[in-house]
């Protein structure tokens, strides 16, 4: 008998997974941070920030648990302070309206948001289109949903990756359900910009597609702006929006995230979600509500620190002999490896292969990296780019930068 396999009387051994998630069993991400231990080396792997957020955000999370709010479960959609804090948060910064107590929902993080989602949205045999490479938790929870994802290919055109929109109008079909957008784009750094989004809510209307929108980068752009896809014509009351306090505010353990969209689009998720967590986060509800009445000073400096830190990774990698993409949004840089010594196909060497790069990289240089490959159902389309997490210190992507430029 195999670790895969239970015993179930004389040959009827059947896989312990349920196929939905055959094929999900392990990732890359084990492997890449059991690595990462056994070798000392410095994680760029994983898009967590090596300090925390601000103090007086965690203080307030402090007083929450000392006080005894939330401690107990709190109210299923969240509670209300939180909920107003959402609605005001989308008012202030795009001008959105959002009915706290109807429109507003706090999940476990963007993960749960998204899970509650297309479980809630997504029937057997339906088709969710999302941008490829894509979030991790994508594939997995559009298979647990029993939908069929259709991956629409980032193209590399000069130095940024991007959405063609023909090839996005092709992708839908009779079966298409929904759009699952992610804008600022992991791992790219793709930022959508004002016409694609057009385009993309003009097809969603013309096609009666409902959109799942993954923002939990939202403040984290570098150039251009933001645009959540729920403000464009015919959006409101066909987008479920979703952010990130963790990502917001450098608190990824934290766990807090929310979705915003009509009445009925939330009571949908949360009909999902309640069964998965029913709630979860507490004390921590209250702090993000805390998080998000933050001055404006608080949002930019976060912009400017990670622009900073971008630039010196960037900077780092080139010198290091990478090719790199430029980055409009979020925590990650793609580097092109082609351009490295041993990995550009020719003189009869293998073609660049960002997997085996990727494990030999801890050795070799004592730093970790994530093969973008893992992110594509075209595996090949993905196979030279590697994925670099900047929300570091600059002390750490320094020292990484030049471990880099000794190895290669
Ligand atoms: C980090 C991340 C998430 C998950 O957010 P949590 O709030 O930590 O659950 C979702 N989508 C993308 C694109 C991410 O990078």
Same mark, same amino acid.
């Given at each position: ?28 991400? +084990?492997?890449?941070? &059991? *690595? $990462?231990?056994? !070798? ?9 920030? #090596? =300090? ?86 994508? +594939?997995?929870?559009? &298979? *647990? $949903?029993?939908? !069929? ?9 000069? #130095? =940024? ?248």
């Amino acid at each position: 008998m195999t670790a895969g396999h239970a015993a179930q009387g004389a040959g009827t051994a059947r896989p312990l997974l349920n196929r939905r998630l055959a094929g999900f069993g392990t990732t890359i991400f +084990a492997e890449m941070s &059991a *690595l $990462a231990q056994r !070798t000392g080396a410095i994680n760029l792997g994983q898009g967590f920030p #090596d =300090t925390d957020g601000p103090e007086s955000v965690r203080e307030a999370a402090v007083r929450a648990l000392r006080d005894g709010r939330g401690n107990q479960y709190p109210p299923g959609p969240g509670i209300p302070e939180l909920r107003t804090a959402v609605a005001e948060h989308q008012r202030r910064f795009y001008g959105l309206e959002f009915d706290p107590d109807t429109e507003v929902l706090v999940t476990a993080g963007a993960t749960e948001a998204l899970a509650a989602a297309l479980l809630a949205l997504v029937e057997p045999g339906d088709e969710v289109i999302a941008l490829e490479p894509y979030y991790d938790s994508y +594939a997995a929870c559009i &298979a *647990l $949903a029993g939908g !069929t994802r259709v991956p629409v290919t980032l193209r590399p055109s000069g #130095d =940024t990756f991007r959405l063609d929109l023909d090839e996005l109008r092709d992708a839908v079909t009779d079966r298409t359900r929904l759009i699952l957008l992610n804008t600022p784009h992991n791992p790219t750094g793709t930022v959508l910009g004002r016409d694609e989004l057009a385009a993309v809510a003009e097809l969603c209307v013309e096609r009666g597609l409902l959109a799942v929108t993954d923002e939990v980068y939202e403040h984290m752009v570098f150039e251009g702006e933001h645009l959540p896809l729920v403000s464009f014509p015919g959006m409101r009351e066909r987008t479920v929006t979703i952010s990130s306090a963790g990502k917001t505010f450098s608190f990824t353990g934290w766990k807090v995230g929310w979705v915003t969209g009509t009445p009925e689009l939330v009571t949908a998720v949360r009909s999902a979600k309640q069964y998965l967590t029913y709630v979860s986060a507490g004390p921590f509800q209250y702090a993000v509500a805390e998080a998000l009445a933050l001055p404006d000073a608080h949002y930019r400096e976060l912009n400017t620190g990670l622009r900073a830190r971008r630039d010196l990774l960037a900077d780092g990698l080139r010198s290091a002999g990478f090719g790199v993409f430029r980055t409009a949004g979020t925590y990650f840089l793609t580097a092109d490896i082609r351009t490295l010594p041993g990995q550009d196909g020719k003189e009869g060497r293998g073609a660049a292969d960002g997997v085996a790069f990727c494990l030999a990289l801890p050795e070799r240089c004592g730093v970790v990296a994530v093969p973008t490959q893992v992110f594509y159902d075209h595996e090949a389309a993905g196979a030279p780019y590697v994925r670099f997490a900047f929300c570091k210190r600059e002390d750490v992507l320094r020292e990484a930068a030049e471990r880099l430029r000794a190895g290669r």
